[in-house]
């Protein structure tokens, strides 16, 4: 395990800071800068967070926990547990699991759920066992008929997957969510360094406790040392719906994604995947589908690591989940006592073309919609700076359409450009006059000073035959804190804007947070942000263009969002009626 806290994240992660136990405030309150913990966010106070998975109607997290600490300690990996009728508010269970036994005294580290046939939930988890090794271990309900999985059992027969001879000790970890193959064997992928190799293991299963390794690797890079937290799940070539992470056939293609240490960023190829040699093919044999990850396409282009998906059968869909990490300093984390957060959960599928996935907020957090503010019909010329007033912005849902009248006016751009966005947005930023753009939002605005505002807009190129579109992020002016990294991010966005000539961009505002997704979610970019006037004051919201040209709004709407029950204790989530699931959704028989 390195000794730096992504590099043991497994799936889904949160990675938040307790208060060290001596401490006499209790750890679920924050010491000074409560105006920067979020709203709608999952948040625990103090937790990682790994596989999310749903259940007997209601959705889960684990998260992995240190309750001896203030810093992130793998020795005392535990994890956490929390519940959810509509991933939006969610109850604190307690603990799922600690390092109890040999297989995991140095702690219960990354993994997944799967649901078996018979409805069985069934835990995958990296231990790391007494002399350092990390194994592979399983878990099971206490009492399966419990729709809340309160209480878990450690089978004294762990580790069920020891360590392989030619896999580094520290380099094997984050077994995937489980799935059957036509054969009716089971199999999970893994991630590891074999032989000096960075790559993703596939082990099989008639039983789901003896395990054997596939001879071939489902995937591996020579170009990547350790590539972590993977993720295997199939996608329907048309349509927007999820499938069960078994489905496979006609129709059917997969995703693989993996998380890179090195850049603290997801990357995920699209492609076929052969269940017979369990070997990943990608579609694509241009540089995206070569042995190099960093090389593949992004989950987010911004500030975000270690996602993980799930299959919804509530609602028929695939979900997706990310650890967002702070950006301030750790005296800053220890201060307030927690660090860390949850992406919204998004929904996702493959988009028209088949080599690109499209992510969007799940529709739940319309539940926390209150008022709302609109721009209809607008024209915003060079320079100009349009308010959305009448909403409290610092929690905000806004959704706009932005047209471009012409392309005539088009900044050049060299093809070589194309290669690093981030450092092409660093250059242009949202103040850099151009043709057509930048124009888009000023989010968590400290007013008409604009002292403090963190920039999402776009910008459009002209390449040599064609156009592209370049969203950004510029948190240059984003916070007056001092010790806050604030990079800049960038991304190109697949849209046909000399087609179109229109490009939409919807933003969650979430006091630290801001997630955004460019042209209907092709492109997305998360950002974690501090802004100091929050503490005293309000947040403002603005439409901005610096190009030479206008751009006009045909539809903006932004809305208010209330705060959600997050983490609350169960008696208090039981007495809200937070856990209770519908009877059809507890009578189902949940597909894996």
């Known amino acids: 395990m390195a000794a730096f806290p992504l590099a043991v994240s497994a799936a889904t992660v949160i990675f938040c800071l307790l208060l060290p136990s001596s ?99 069934v835990i995958l988890y990296s231990g790391i066992d007494a002399d350092r090794r990390q194994v592979q271990n399983i878990a099971f309900p206490k009492n399966p008929r419990d729709p809340l999985l309160r209480e878990w059992t450690k089978p004294s027969y762990n580790p069920i997957v020891p360590l392989p001879a030619d896999v580094s000790a520290n380099n094997f970890r984050d077994p995937t969510t489980a799935w059957l193959g036509r054969d009716g064997l089971w199999r999970f992928a893994i991630s590891a360094v074999a032989n000096g190799v960075g790559t993703t293991l596939v082990y099989r299963s008639a039983d789901f406790l003896r395990w054997e390794r596939n001879a071939a690797p489902l995937h591996a890079s020579r170009d990547a040392v350790m590539a972590e937290c993977p993720d295997l799940f199939p996608v329907a070539e048309r349509g927007a719906e999820g499938l069960d992470t078994s489905a496979r056939g006609a129709g059917v293609k997969h995703v693989l994604k993996v998380s890179m240490p090195d850049t603290l960023q997801d990357y995920y190829t699209v492609g076929r995947y052969d269940d017979e040699a369990d070997t990943f093919v990608p579609d694509e044999d241009d540089a995206r589908g070569g042995g190099d990850y960093r090389s593949w396409r992004r989950i987010d282009h911004g500030h975000l690591y270690a996602s993980k998906t799930f299959f919804d059968a509530r609602r028929n869909r695939r979900v997706l989940w990310a650890w967002v990490n702070e950006s301030d300093s750790e005296a800053d984390d220890v201060d307030r006592g927690w660090s860390g957060l949850q992406s919204f959960p998004r929904a996702l599928w493959l988009d028209r073309g088949g080599r ?184 403002h919201l603005y439409v901005f263009n610096n190009g030479s040209d206008a751009v006009k709004v045909p539809k903006l709407e932004a809305w208010e969002l209330s705060a959600a029950s997050v983490n609350v204790a169960e008696a208090e989530a039981e007495e809200d009626g937070l856990l209770a699931a519908s009877a059809g959704d507890m009578c189902k028989n949940v597909a894996y």
């Open 23 to 121: 401490s006499s405030l209790p750890t679920c309150v924050a010491r000074t800068q409560d105006h920067v913990r979020t709203a709608y966010h999952f948040q625990p106070a103090k937790n990682w967070q790994n596989g999310p998975v749903y259940y007997s109607g209601m959705y889960h997290l684990f998260y992995q926990y240190n309750p001896h600490g203030a810093l992130w300690d793998v020795g005392n990996l535990s994890w956490g547990h929390s519940v959810s009728g509509d991933l939006v508010n969610w109850a604190d269970l307690g603990n799922a699991l600690d390092p109890t036994a040999s297989f995991d005294a140095n702690g219960c580290a990354s993994g997944s759920v799967t649901i078996l046939p018979d409805g069985q939930p």
């Open 356 to 539: 690109q996935l499209v992510q969007w907020p799940v529709e739940e957090i319309e539940t926390v919609r209150r008022r709302r503010a609109a721009l209809l019909g607008a024209e915003v010329e060079s320079g100009g700076l349009r308010e959305i007033a009448g909403i409290v912005s610092s929690q905000a849902d806004v959704d706009v359409v932005f047209d471009v009248p012409s392309l005539e006016h088009a900044e050049h751009l060299d093809p070589d450009r194309l290669l690093d966005a981030d450092v092409l947005c660093a250059e242009k930023g949202a103040s850099v006059r151009g043709g057509i753009g930048p124009f888009g939002l000023l989010v968590m605005a400290s007013g008409d000073d604009l002292r403090e505002h963190t920039a999402v807009f776009f910008r459009v190129f002209r390449l040599l035959h064609e156009y592209t579109v370049l969203m950004c992020t510029d948190l240059a002016r984003s916070s007056t804190k001092a010790g806050v990294y604030k990079p800049t991010h960038g991304g190109f966005v697949n849209v046909d804007i000399e087609k179109d000539k229109s490009i939409s961009l919807r933003t969650l505002i979430d006091r630290s947070i801001v997630e955004s997704f460019g042209g209907g979610g092709r492109t997305c970019m998360t950002a974690r942000v501090y802004p100091e006037h929050v503490a005293t004051g309000s947040s």
